[in-house]
């Protein structure tokens, strides 16, 4: 029988007579917004905040779009009902924005996070993402982080004037990274923040140590987690890897919906009016056990690592073939056509020409930016022969 627990009186009736009026004083205020360039254009309003604003930019990215056709966790299924990454960004952020505004935050900037916080992920999901990284390491020694780039994306590719608060959120979300209690470390300055970006570059132990600034960016990270926990349950099931029954429960249930109303219901008994975000240990240790059965069970499955090595193969190519176009300057070509040539407009006031990037860096933005579908298809553009293909699960397969 299902089990979903409720606050209790004590908080609901503190919540009722805040009655949502009344920011925290542990909340980001929208005139504590820092942008990148002062311009006028982007201050806030009556109407129209500066996070709102973020938001807004985040939206009409031209990247933006390609969230629709991008793996969350399962690749080459068609099947209109298994989560995709648009879909995934939405749930958080009603999530995060639902916790936020019950405990007095700044739902505006949680919004502008969470829509943002996964514009740099690539195709075919953490898969693709552990591959660009072992090329990119290989070949220049930096790493490749998904949250990392997703600043990259909106800070440097479009540089889009973001608040340094949202730009932050965006960095430090790494929603593998699960914590009992999440405390902001205040970050007042774009050198400072450019300083931890580049560390990041270098060692996988900054971006895992990269902490949220604000506790909207706190909360975002941690509806990360609970969007995902039991939604790749569900997907699994839809995808016939699993069932539904095939899951422990540890304390917090075994179904999505369970799942995310009892953790949700924790953070608000343990984190009102607080300057952190917190769970009590119960309800954080069923949250350890429950990501690593799916780690167990989905994310480390056959089903869902039996196209890789093909696709380990194909990304190493397509970066190799794609990394000698820019360096022969074969303008005529896709790197050229669809990536730099849909860059170089004059309204994207950059602080560096896009031409002059290190060209490995253009090679991992083009194929960072990539949709699933649009990958395949670049491939057997540039290899018309090869023999190396990855076959979907069709409809009615």
Known sequence: MANYEILSQKTQTQMQENGGKNLSPFACKDEAA?????????????????????TDK?????FYNRYADKT????????????????????????????????????????????????????????GERFLDEIYREKTGKRFFHNIHSVRVVDEIFPLNLTLQTLNGIAAHNGEMELSKYA????????????????????????????????????MRISDIIAYLGKDRQDAQKSKLLSDDAYEDFGIGTINAEMVNNLMVNLLEHSFGKAYIAMDEKHFTALTQAKKENYRLIYGAAQTKDADDTLRRMMQKTYDKLLADLVSGRRETPVFTHHLRYLDKPYYKRRVPYEETEKNQMVVDYIASMTDDYFIDLYHHLFPSDTLSLQYVGYFD
């Open 34 to 54: 820092i942008r990148r360039v002062d311009n006028p254009h982007d201050e806030g309003n009556a109407w129209r905040t500066a996070f709102i604003r973020d």
């Open 184 to 219: 902001p470390e205040p970050m007042t300055s774009f050198a400072d923040f450019d300083k931890k970006i580049a560390a990041c570059y270098l060692e996988e132990s900054e971006m895992r140590q990269f902490t949220p600034s604000t506790l909207e960016g706190c909360v």
């Open 72 to 127: 969350q966790v399962f690749s080459l299924i068609k099947n209109d009902d298994i989560t995709r990454r648009a879909l995934h960004v939405q749930i958080v952020s009603r999530i995060a924005r639902t916790l936020g505004a019950a405990l007095g935050l700044n739902v505006d900037l949680i919004e502008a996070i969470s829509l943002g916080h996964d514009l740099g992920h690539t195709p075919f999901g953490h898969t």
């Open 58 to 62: 985040i939206l009409h990215c031209p």
